[in-house]
Protein backbone atom coordinates (compact mmCIF):
# COMPACT_ATOMS: atom_id res chain seq x y z
CA UNK A 1 0.00 0.00 0.00
CA UNK A 2 1.46 3.92 -0.84
CA UNK A 3 2.43 5.80 1.56
CA UNK A 4 0.27 8.78 2.21
CA UNK A 5 1.84 12.15 1.48
CA UNK A 6 2.70 14.62 4.01
CA UNK A 7 2.36 17.92 3.61
CA UNK A 8 4.43 20.73 4.33
CA UNK A 9 2.97 24.09 4.25
CA UNK A 10 5.56 27.18 4.00
CA UNK A 11 5.42 30.88 3.41
CA UNK A 12 5.12 31.08 0.02
CA UNK A 13 6.51 34.69 -0.49
CA UNK A 14 9.77 33.72 2.16
CA UNK A 15 13.09 33.37 0.33
CA UNK A 16 14.28 31.22 2.58
CA UNK A 17 11.34 29.05 2.53
CA UNK A 18 11.51 28.66 -0.98
CA UNK A 19 14.81 27.50 -0.97
CA UNK A 20 13.89 24.85 1.60
CA UNK A 21 10.97 23.44 -0.48
CA UNK A 22 13.52 23.17 -3.12
CA UNK A 23 16.37 21.37 -1.13
CA UNK A 24 13.70 19.08 0.24
CA UNK A 25 12.64 17.85 -2.92
CA UNK A 26 16.42 17.36 -4.43
CA UNK A 27 16.77 14.91 -1.61
CA UNK A 28 13.36 13.48 -1.14
CA UNK A 29 14.00 10.48 -3.18
CA UNK A 30 10.37 8.98 -2.77
CA UNK A 31 8.45 12.06 -3.01
CA UNK A 32 7.16 11.59 0.13
CA UNK A 33 6.68 15.49 0.43
CA UNK A 34 4.11 17.63 -1.48
CA UNK A 35 3.39 21.53 -0.63
CA UNK A 36 1.12 23.78 -0.15
CA UNK A 37 2.06 27.54 0.55
CA UNK A 38 0.37 29.22 3.97
CA UNK A 39 -1.12 31.69 1.63
CA UNK A 40 -3.28 29.40 -0.44
CA UNK A 41 -6.54 28.33 -0.08
CA UNK A 42 -5.54 24.91 0.72
CA UNK A 43 -2.74 25.78 3.27
CA UNK A 44 -5.64 28.03 4.64
CA UNK A 45 -7.82 24.41 5.22
CA UNK A 46 -5.26 22.75 6.78
CA UNK A 47 -4.70 25.07 9.24
CA UNK A 48 -7.97 25.19 10.20
CA UNK A 49 -8.60 21.19 10.23
CA UNK A 50 -5.68 20.92 12.32
CA UNK A 51 -6.79 23.49 14.30
CA UNK A 52 -3.67 26.08 13.98
CA UNK A 53 -4.63 29.50 13.53
CA UNK A 54 -4.25 30.64 10.27
CA UNK A 55 -3.80 34.17 11.11
CA UNK A 56 -0.81 33.55 13.69
CA UNK A 57 1.15 30.77 11.65
CA UNK A 58 3.52 32.57 9.52
CA UNK A 59 6.30 29.78 8.95
CA UNK A 60 6.21 25.84 8.77
CA UNK A 61 4.00 23.44 9.78
CA UNK A 62 4.67 19.21 8.41
CA UNK A 63 1.25 17.29 8.27
CA UNK A 64 2.19 13.53 8.57
CA UNK A 65 -0.07 10.82 9.49
CA UNK A 66 -2.75 13.26 10.29
CA UNK A 67 -1.10 15.28 12.79
CA UNK A 68 0.37 18.67 12.56
CA UNK A 69 4.58 19.25 13.80
CA UNK A 70 4.78 22.98 14.01
CA UNK A 71 8.79 24.75 14.19
CA UNK A 72 11.59 22.82 15.09
CA UNK A 73 9.52 19.61 15.52
CA UNK A 74 8.58 20.20 11.94
CA UNK A 75 11.59 20.54 10.84
CA UNK A 76 13.56 17.84 12.61
CA UNK A 77 10.67 15.22 11.71
CA UNK A 78 11.00 16.55 7.62
CA UNK A 79 15.09 15.65 8.31
CA UNK A 80 14.21 12.26 9.39
CA UNK A 81 12.29 11.61 5.77
CA UNK A 82 15.65 12.90 3.25
CA UNK A 83 18.42 11.32 2.10
CA UNK A 84 21.13 10.58 3.82
CA UNK A 85 23.32 12.42 6.08
CA UNK A 86 20.19 14.54 6.98
CA UNK A 87 17.67 11.68 8.52
CA UNK A 88 21.20 12.07 11.35
CA UNK A 89 19.27 15.44 12.40
CA UNK A 90 16.68 13.58 13.85
CA UNK A 91 18.68 13.20 17.25
CA UNK A 92 18.45 16.64 18.16
CA UNK A 93 14.78 15.80 19.08
CA UNK A 94 16.05 14.72 21.96
CA UNK A 95 17.02 18.43 23.15
CA UNK A 96 14.07 19.96 24.64
CA UNK A 97 11.68 21.52 22.27
CA UNK A 98 11.61 24.44 24.78
CA UNK A 99 15.17 25.15 24.34
CA UNK A 100 15.11 24.41 20.31
CA UNK A 101 11.75 26.44 19.15
CA UNK A 102 13.42 29.50 20.50
CA UNK A 103 16.04 29.01 17.97
CA UNK A 104 13.65 28.20 15.75
CA UNK A 105 11.75 31.75 16.48
CA UNK A 106 14.80 33.68 16.19
CA UNK A 107 15.60 32.26 12.39
CA UNK A 108 11.76 32.71 11.78
CA UNK A 109 11.55 36.10 13.05
CA UNK A 110 14.48 37.44 11.11
CA UNK A 111 13.89 35.29 7.39
CA UNK A 112 12.43 38.57 5.36
CA UNK A 113 15.18 40.64 6.91
CA UNK A 114 17.88 38.19 5.82
CA UNK A 115 16.91 36.66 3.01
CA UNK A 116 14.21 38.75 1.51
CA UNK A 117 10.95 37.82 0.47
CA UNK A 118 8.69 37.81 -2.82
CA UNK A 119 5.70 39.73 -3.96
CA UNK A 120 4.27 36.24 -4.70
CA UNK A 121 3.97 32.82 -3.85
CA UNK A 122 6.73 29.92 -5.01
CA UNK A 123 5.87 28.72 -8.82
CA UNK A 124 6.81 25.10 -8.78
CA UNK A 125 8.23 23.80 -12.15
CA UNK A 126 6.31 22.00 -14.67
CA UNK A 127 8.19 18.57 -13.20
CA UNK A 128 7.24 19.57 -9.26
CA UNK A 129 4.13 20.71 -10.08
CA UNK A 130 1.83 17.33 -9.40
CA UNK A 131 4.07 18.02 -5.64
CA UNK A 132 1.85 21.24 -4.82
CA UNK A 133 -1.70 21.17 -3.69
Request: one cysteine or more; glycine letters at 4%.
Amino acid sequence: MPQKPSIILFDGVCNLCAWSVRFIMERDPTGLFHFASLQSDAGQCLLVEHKLNPDSMDSFVLIENNHAYTESNAALHVAKHLSRPWPCLYICIIIPKFLRDPVYRFIAKNRYRWFGKNESCLMPTLEHKSRFL
